[in-house]
């Protein structure tokens, strides 16, 4: 990624504020990856591919780790002000929402280890189809969240506002759904509160998605829209309506 604005008279300041946002797009990438091997282990019934999830999210710890200290040096060297300290500032905060969405992704990860190196009753692909589901929407949201990231782009960025929104929707009809299976067959008592744990899980992914998307839209236009609905965001940034965003189905 290039951050946009004007060049400075020192160089090195661009490249160091490139440098630093490069960084995030690789946290970006990662984090995608690992909840799609958190769930494939799910999916395969693999608690030895789930462990490699779990463990590889200490090198999303590592890239935040490496992330702040490089923006707390450019701070200190380049004392910078207005725009350029927006910048700075806002990428600090997207990188904190990729350090939680690996959180997330682990909590999948252990769903699997849980399930599956003991011998306890699994759950049926029944109940475990809507983590499967929201688990590729979620994911979605990400990546277009960081390609909106990669190119400064306030209509992408405005898209996963509202793909937040249907999110929501969703989250509360899985629920409904979960409680429905539990009143149909006993045996899933067990898993109910593990799968609750997961689908939340994938909300909050989903919901720092969302957060992404929203210091994109602050780092190209200074508004700042946290706490605002989508409607609003809309008609402050003077946008059209984006396409609706299809819910994944499972398998």
Not at 79 to 98: E, F, H, S, W, Y
Not at 182 to 202: K, T, W, Y
Request: proline share 2%.
């Amino acid at each position: 990624m290039q951050m946009a604005g004007n060049k400075h008279t020192i160089h090195r300041f661009d490249d160091e504020l490139n440098e630093i946002a490069n960084l995030v797009d690789k946290m970006g990438v990662i984090s995608v990856n690992q909840l799609r091997r958190a769930v494939k282990s799910l999916k395969k019934e693999n608690p030895v591919s789930a462990h490699k999830v779990i463990n590889r999210d200490r090198k999303l710890n590592a890239l935040e780790v490496e992330t702040d200290d490089k923006i707390i040096q450019l701070i200190a060297k380049r004392a910078p002000v207005a725009g350029d300290l927006r910048q700075i500032i806002t990428l600090g905060k997207v990188v904190t929402d990729l350090e939680r969405t690996g959180d997330e992704a682990r909590k999948i990860a252990g769903l699997c280890v849980r399930f599956y190196e003991t011998d306890h009753h699994s759950p049926g692909d029944h109940i475990l189809r809507d983590i499967f589901s929201m688990s590729k929407y979620v994911g979605n949201m990400l990546e277009i969240a960081m390609e909106a990231f990669s190119r400064l782009n306030v209509e992408q960025a405005f898209g996963v506002l509202r793909m937040d929104e249907e999110l929501e929707v969703q989250f509360e009809a899985i629920l409904r759904r979960l409680s429905t299976f539990i009143m149909e067959d006993s045996r899933n008592i067990g898993h109910f509160v593990d799968i609750v744990l997961g689908i939340r899980a994938l909300e909050r992914f989903g919901g720092h998605a969302k957060n992404i998307a929203g210091h994109v839209i602050f780092l190209s236009t200074a508004k700042d829209v946290r706490h605002m609905e989508a409607d609003d965001v809309q008609q402050l940034l003077g946008l059209t309506a984006p396409g609706e965003s299809a819910w994944c189905d499972g398998g």
